[in-house]
């Protein structure tokens, strides 16, 4: 176990314990308006540029995998969870697949790195070798663990488990850069000459892994450190984060965080002011990444049950706050059909249910582009080998993949 930051840990308490209000000015929030992709005329452009950067081995994927997965009740780590689709693919084999089908067109194999927690570490890496790793070359693939962090109780004590050890937790998705750089991974990025790094959430059923057009559009913009994926809000009042201007710095704003007022603010056309939801999608350089990791991301504190203990400390950073420090991104806006299926809760929205759903929604409106002869009220499901984005299809290898890598399934 690595040794524990009691410095950290000090600090922290001191910092949260505080119970005084500080008197903090108000921020000040502003929209950050972005343009659906595919409506640009460069999206072509942007998507054969990312095509050349793949072929020239200079994209890699990083998908962050260090979350308890406590909503979905899972007892493994979430990437191996079969959400029930025909195939019986887990998260995982799906993100495999779609970058090695990208890698085939490519010529080139995807580097991918796979942030664990020593929590689900073991188990992620029996996942894929129980799978032999879905075809993947072992050596494009590497693991490492986040940080973990002890819990506080109230009192600020370190909590200990029934066997008198430290009970450490995951320090937050937040920890991705801190530990990227200090595993060695962000080296054996730039070993491998990777000048752009897809990063995700485990938990989106639909996820493009390394999708060539946001890869392009962030390298056809200038210097520019990130860009971001984000979807229109489903009405002004869903519980998403959204990104916009804190301060004049871009950032995500919580849902709880915005006053009714400017969540119902509208443009003069009549669309949501802030609007942008974020859906765990980004694309960085690797030199942003190279300097986030050398940054002190602010620490955020939850109450929470800890061995038994109500209400003990537990510290976490964010991810998010990352882009108000690196100054700049850009949104890239997409449809949240075609991208964005998290698998979030056991029941209700963002479930398996509704992931298989949109995935089956998905994949049929990429045969029906094909004019494929489909059955009423059915939903399909398409392995990554056979398309990436719906391209590639036909009658004739529907004909041939039915029940082999095309699948039916009931709406
Ligand atoms: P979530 O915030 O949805 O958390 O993570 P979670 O752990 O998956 O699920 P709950 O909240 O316990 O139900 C968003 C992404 O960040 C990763 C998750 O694995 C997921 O891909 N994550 C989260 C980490 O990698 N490390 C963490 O410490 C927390």
């Not at 790094?197 to 938990?203: E, G, S």
């Not at 056809?220 to 809000?233: D, E, F, I, L, Q």
């Not at 915005?258 to 765990?280: C, H």
């Amino acid at each position: 176990m690595a040794s524990i930051d009691f410095d950290l840990l000090k600090k922290l308490y001191a910092q949260f314990s505080r119970t005084e209000e500080s008197s903090k000015t108000p921020d000040i929030l502003e929209p950050m308006p972005f343009a659906m992709a595919e409506d640009d005329r460069r999206y072509e452009m942007w998507e054969e540029t990312g095509k050349i950067l793949l072929s020239k081995g200079e994209v890699a994927a990083f998908t962050i995998a260090g979350g308890q997965g406590s909503r979905l009740g899972f007892e493994g780590p979430k990437g191996a969870y079969d959400f029930g689709l025909p195939s019986h693919a887990s998260l995982f084999r799906l993100e495999a697949r779609r970058l090695l089908n990208l890698g085939a067109k490519a010529e080139h194999p995807i580097p991918w790195a796979i942030m664990t927690s020593p929590l689900n570490r073991k188990a992620t890496i029996e996942h894929f070798e129980e799978h032999s790793y879905f075809g993947y070359n072992k050596d494009s693939i590497r693991f490492f663990d986040q940080g973990m962090l002890c819990a506080l109780t109230p009192e600020g004590e370190p909590v200990k488990d029934k066997n008198g050890n430290y009970a450490e937790v995951p320090d937050g998705n937040g920890g991705c850069f801190r530990a990227l750089a200090i595993s060695g991974t962000l080296a054996w990025f730039v070993e491998k000459g990777v000048r752009f790094v897809f990063l995700a959430n485990v938990d989106n059923a639909l996820v493009k892994m390394c999708d060539p057009a946001f890869i392009g559009f962030l390298a056809s913009n200038g210097n520019a450190p990130c860009a971001v994926k984000v979807v229109h809000k489903r009405n002004a009042q869903e519980k998403v984060g959204i990104f916009a201007f804190k301060n004049s710095k871009p950032t995500v704003v919580e849902y709880t965080d915005i006053s009714d007022e400017l969540r119902n603010k509208t443009f003069e056309d009549g669309t949501l002011a802030f609007d942008g939801g974020n859906i765990g999608i980004y694309a960085f350089r690797t030199d942003a990444l190279r300097k986030i990791s050398t940054m002190e991301l602010p620490w955020h504190a939850a109450r929470k049950k800890v061995e038994d203990i109500e209400n003990c400390w537990k510290f976490e950073q964010f991810l998010f706050d990352a882009f108000p420090l690196i100054g700049q991104i850009l949104p890239y806006g997409v449809e949240r059909e075609d991208d964005f299926a998290p698998v979030k809760n056991m029941t209700g929205n963002d479930s398996p249910a509704t992931a298989r759903q949109m995935l089956g929604m998905l994949h049929r409106s990429w045969l029906e582009k094909a004019k494929v002869t489909l059955k009423p009220r059915t939903l399909y499901e398409i392995s990554p080998r056979l398309t990436y984005a719906g391209e590639n299809l036909s009658q004739e290898i529907f004909d041939r993949e039915l029940g082999r890598g095309i699948f039916e399934f009931p709406a």
